[in-house]
């Protein structure tokens, strides 16, 4: 019997350790190039617990078959504040103008990260995850989030999704796309 696969909210601090696993064996510093450019990468590095941080404020959308293997991580502009790259990033999409309003105006909420373990991918679950996301997070108007521009993979599967680009940014230094999907 192949073990079902839940789509849900993460709620245990094993699944949050079950996160960070993922994200540490999906780094863009713990990959080889050739895996970079084929599977995709993940840029920030988030602390076990800054992760139990995001997760109470906004609880992830996880994945999971025995354990979790994908998740989508959602971040609002409080709890940003107390991570480097996040802030930055609110920043930037802060000063964004989409049609002809400057983001910071709107209402939004960040994807912080996004992830499907290696041997799930390509299965629908990006779409599935979002459609979660969407449900859960419904209270806001936009979702926003920024991609490494040499991130192939997860440029196509979020403009599957609805994502449409908006803006460039730096990355960690890296070229990177701003995003929008408008609900």
């Known amino acids: 019997i192949v073990d079902s696969i839940d789509l849900k909210l993460a709620s245990t601090e094993v699944e949050l350790i079950e996160i960070k696993k ?4 999906n780094l863009k510093q713990n990959l080889s190039s050739e895996k970079i450019f084929e599977e995709g990468f993940l840029t920030a590095d988030y602390t076990l617990s800054y992760l139990k941080e995001i997760n109470k404020r906004n609880p992830a959308i996880i994945l999971k078959q025995k354990k979790v293997v994908g ?17 930055n990033l609110f ?3 802060n000063n964004q103008v989409y049609k002809k309003k400057l983001l910071g105006d709107q209402s939004y909420i960040v994807v912080g990260q996004l992830c499907i373990d290696e041997k799930y991918r390509g299965m629908g679950y990006v779409e599935k995850i979002y459609s979660l996301f969407r449900e859960t997070y419904s209270s806001y108007r936009y979702c926003v989030t920024a991609i490494d521009s040499k991130n192939k993979r997860s440029k196509l599967a979020h403009k599957r999704c609805g994502f449409k680009k ?18």
């Open 22 to 25: 993922l994200q540490n064996q």
């Open 166 to 183: 908006i803006g460039d940014l730096k990355l960690n230094g890296s070229p990177g796309d701003i995003i929008i999907w408008e609900w």
């Open 71 to 87: 998740y989508a991580l959602a971040v609002n502009a409080e709890v940003a504040r107390n991570h480097t790259l996040l802030s």
């Open 91 to 93: 920043t930037h999409f």
